[in-house]
């Protein structure tokens, strides 16, 4: 079974012949990636498009959303690929000086789900003082009107209800 979230083929800059091995040296010195598994870098990251434009993590070791791919969990509209493919990214909103507020959109809980993005934030963004904004779950009344207003209910709505409802 293929993973539906491996985006490693897709959305990443192009590099001539000659940047490439500056490019995998970079991502060996910088990021400490093994040499022999480069492509890891682009699971959910354009790492390519990051080095043509020489950006540089900031104190928490964190590069700018502009490359972040739509699986991505964070994939916000500050990425430039918001909007390709139909894949809109979520937003973040400040709190203070050095805590921000993350609202997933539709797109990124239909590939990550709820518990997913919980199980990420609790790794990787909570001790950063961030904040996950989820969407109340729906009840079957909700879905209900959603149905009876002729509206599409997302599919990650439908994955917390019961998995066997959503083809993967």
Same mark, same amino acid.
Request: net charge negative; hydrophobic share 25%; proline share 1%.
């Given at each position: 079974m293929s993973?539906?979230?491996?985006?490693?083929?897709k959305y990443n800059t192009q590099l001539t012949p000659e940047e490439e091995p500056k490019y995998a040296e970079w991502l +060996? =010195?910088?990021?400490?990636?093994?040499?022999?598994?480069?492509?890891k870098a682009v699971y959910d990251y354009d790492m390519r498009g990051a080095f043509k434009a020489n950006l540089q993590m900031d104190s928490n070791k964190h590069l700018a959303d502009t490359y972040k791919k739509p699986n991505h969990p964070t994939f916000s509209?500050?990425?430039?690929?918001?909007g390709a493919d139909?894949?809109?990214?979520? =937003?973040?909103? #400040?709190?203070?000086?050095?805590?921000w507020k993350y609202t997933p959109s539709d797109a990124?809980? =239909?590939?990550?789900?709820?518990? =997913?993005?919980?199980?990420?934030?609790?790794?990787?963004?909570?001790?950063g003082g961030h904040e996950l904004n989820l969407p109340p779950?729906?009840?079957? #009344?909700? +879905?209900?009107?959603? +149905?009876?207003?002729? #509206?599409?209910v997302p599919a990650w709505v439908l994955r917390e209800i019961d998995p066997k409802l959503v083809d993967e």
């Open positions: 993973d539906k979230r491996d985006f490693t083929e +060996i =010195n910088e990021f400490g990636y093994d040499p022999k598994n480069l492509e509209t500050q990425s430039q690929y918001s139909g894949y809109i990214g979520g =937003n973040w909103e #400040k709190i203070d000086e050095k805590r990124v809980l =239909n590939l990550h789900g709820i518990e =997913n993005m919980k199980k990420y934030w609790d790794r990787v963004e909570k001790a779950m729906y009840d079957s #009344k909700t +879905i209900s009107k959603f +149905i009876d207003e002729g #509206k599409e």
